[in-house]
Structures are given as structure tokens and as C-alpha cells.
């Protein structure tokens, strides 16, 4: 059982590329194995979220970390969707938050106890096609075991209204209903999260001292900061004056910033043996 981090402001957190020394020291000869969240993390924050993309140079160094250790990205959006967005064999792909993972040979598994709620999940997008559906800028993004609705493109004297809408309808389901960066999201009410999910992933990795590389941006990350624990090497993005609390032991500002982390981290790892 893994205890917890305690939370504190993100500003009193290392800058994880100023500590980069002592986070190589502390790499130096374990098996690591590297998580990744997608928006905010490896992709810019865009209005659209259809628009959503890797940053530059993102990319080759995601696909050089995959052909050194196991890497995995761990998204709120549909599997196949983010699978496409990153564009890089070999990894696995945790979606819907983690309720759907495809392995490295394609092969998938799903939550066993999501499926009860897809019901419920096509009930609140008819419900909400219907109630906020017609709202300017809004839009509802349905994955395999979630529903997302965007309120970023809505006007501030409406978005209050489109969060009611989605939590109410959530709630009245009996879905679990978690806000996030201009998003309400619906989705099973199942003891699961992007946390079970990484450590069913780390599990399944047959090898109990590997070291987790988790880098997140959001609060469904700060679910996998809490049960990686201590030990990982977590990574919150987020600017210095940003007033949240985080779990990571590390933070880095922005995406550009995660790109040179998974560099160093690629150049490390081919200079040293695991
Ligand atoms: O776990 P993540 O990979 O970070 O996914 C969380 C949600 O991210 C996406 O929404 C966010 O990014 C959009 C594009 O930059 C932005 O428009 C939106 O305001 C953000 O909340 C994604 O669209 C959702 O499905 C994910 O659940």
C-alpha cells in the first residue's frame, strides 16, 4: 500500500529541470518505465479541443523513450483518439481516464465494471444535445466511458448554466461528475481512475522496483500522484504562480518544458544501463 505525498502549493515545488542532477542520480541504474498525460502535458491547451495537438518535437522523443522503456499515455479523451493524436507504435495508451487501455500489440481492455454505466453515459448526451446542445461554443465530446463538455468557446454570461446542466444530468444518472480545465466529465461511478489504471499498467510490467515517470497537468493526474506515491518521479506542469496544490514532486512550466524533460530523461537513459 502506497502512502500518499501530502499536497502543497505548486509553487514551493522543485523545478524538475533545475533538479534534473539529483533526478538522475536518483534514475541512475533503476528500470523506469514513463507516463504521460496529453492535454495541457504533451499538447498545448487550444480553444478547440478537436484542434488539440503534439507539440513540435514531441513526438520523436516520445517514440525514443518508447523504444527504451515502457511508455504509456494516460488521457481523459477515447483511447483510439489520443492513440491517433500521439501517433507512436509501441506504447500503451490508457483512455477515458483509464477505464480502456490498449496494449502495445493492440490487443484492449476495458474496465470490467464501466460497461454498466454506457447506458447512462448515452442518456446524458441525448439529455444534453438537448439542453445545451445549441449553446454557442459548446461542445460534447463523447468517449468509449465518458462524456466531456467543453465550456472554453461559450460566453462567460453562459458557461455557469452549461456546467449546471452537465453536473445535474450526471449526478440525476448516477454517473461521477469532476470538473477540469473548462470541462465538466462524466463517467462511471466505479472506483477507478488514472491512478488504478497506472498501477494496473505498472503490475502488468512484471518488474516491482521499476520506477514510475508520471508528468501531469490536471487534477485526474493529481489521482495518479497520490498512488504512484513518494518513490515516483512525479511531475505536475504547471506555471510557478499557479495557485492549486499538487501531490508531484517536480513541476515544469508548460509543454515546451515536458519535451525537454522527456529529452534529458531519452539522453539519460541511453547513457546509462537500467
Ligand atoms: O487527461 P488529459 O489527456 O489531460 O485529458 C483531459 C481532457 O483534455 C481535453 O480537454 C482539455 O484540452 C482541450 C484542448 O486543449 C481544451 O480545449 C479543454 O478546455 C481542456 O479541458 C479533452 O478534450 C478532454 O476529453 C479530456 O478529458
Given at each position: 500500500m502506497v502512502t500518499p505525498a501530502t499536497p502543497r502549493p505548486i509553487g514551493d515545488v522543485p523545478h524538475a529541470l533545475a533538479a534534473w542532477p539529483t533526478i538522475a542520480a536518483e534514475l541512475e541504474h533503476r528500470a523506469i518505465a514513463v507516463f504521460l498525460d496529453f492535454d495541457g502535458t504533451l499538447s498545448p491547451i487550444v480553444a478547440?479541443?478537436?484542434?488539440a495537438a503534439l507539440l513540435p518535437g514531441v513526438q520523436p522523443v516520445v517514440a525514443r523513450l518508447a523504444r527504451q522503456v515502457p511508455v504509456a499515455v494516460v488521457s481523459g479523451r477515447g483511447a483510439a483518439d489520443v492513440a491517433e493524436r500521439v501517433g507512436v507504435p509501441g506504447i500503451h495508451v490508457a483512455g477515458s481516464h483509464g477505464f480502456e487501455i490498449i496494449a502495445p500489440d493492440g490487443s484492449s481492455h476495458d474496465q470490467p465494471d464501466a460497461a454498466a454505466s454506457l447506458a447512462a453515459l448515452e442518456a446524458a448526451l441525448d439529455e444534453l444535445e438537448t439542453a445545451v446542445g445549441d449553446v454557442p461554443g459548446v461542445v460534447l465530446e463523447p468517449k468509449r466511458f465518458g462524456l466531456t463538455v467543453h465550456d472554453r468557446m461559450v460566453a462567460d454570461a453562459d458557461a455557469e448554466a452549461v456546467r449546471a446542466a452537465a453536473t445535474t444530468t450526471g449526478e440525476r444518472l448516477g454517473l461521477r461528475v469532476t470538473h477540469g480545465k473548462r470541462v465538466t466529465e462524466l463517467r462511471?461511478?466505479?472506483?477507478?481512475d488514472k491512478g488504478r489504471a497506472v498501477r494496473w499498467l505498472l503490475d502488468r510490467l512484471g518488474d516491482a522496483d521499476v520506477v514510475a515517470v508520471y508528468v501531469g497537468d490536471d487534477r485526474t493526474d493529481e489521482d495518479a500522484f497520490a498512488a504512484l506515491g513518494p518513490d515516483a518521479l512525479t511531475v505536475m506542469v504547471a506555471a510557478p504562480d499557479d495557485e492549486r496544490m499538487t501531490r508531484a514532486r517536480f513541476t515544469v512550466a508548460d509543454p515546451g518544458q515536458v519535451r525537454d524533460l522527456l529529452a534529458r530523461l531519452a539522453d539519460h537513459l541511453d547513457t546509462t544501463e537500467s
Open positions: 478547440d479541443p478537436a484542434a462511471p461511478d466505479v472506483d477507478w
